[in-house]
């Protein structure tokens, strides 16, 4: 999956990668981490940078 030619089949594991971490992120309990907090609240990119 990693090393063939870019297009859409890493596209889409990129893409389920970030929706799994945002939720392992959303899910993450924040007591204690302010930092984690903080950077959390942020918005999220609207799309990742090219390449």
């Known amino acids: 999956m990693g090393r063939g030619?870019?297009?859409?089949?890493?596209?889409?594991?990129?893409?389920?990668?970030?929706?799994?971490a945002g939720?392992?992120?959303?899910?993450?309990?924040?007591?204690?981490?302010?930092l984690f907090c903080g950077w959390r609240a942020e918005r999220p990119p609207t799309a990742a940078p090219p390449r």
Do not use: H, K, N, Q
């Open 5 to 20: 030619p870019p297009g859409r089949p890493r596209r889409a594991a990129a893409d389920r990668l970030a929706e799994l």
């Open 23 to 34: 939720r392992v992120i959303d899910a993450a309990d924040g007591s204690g981490l302010p």
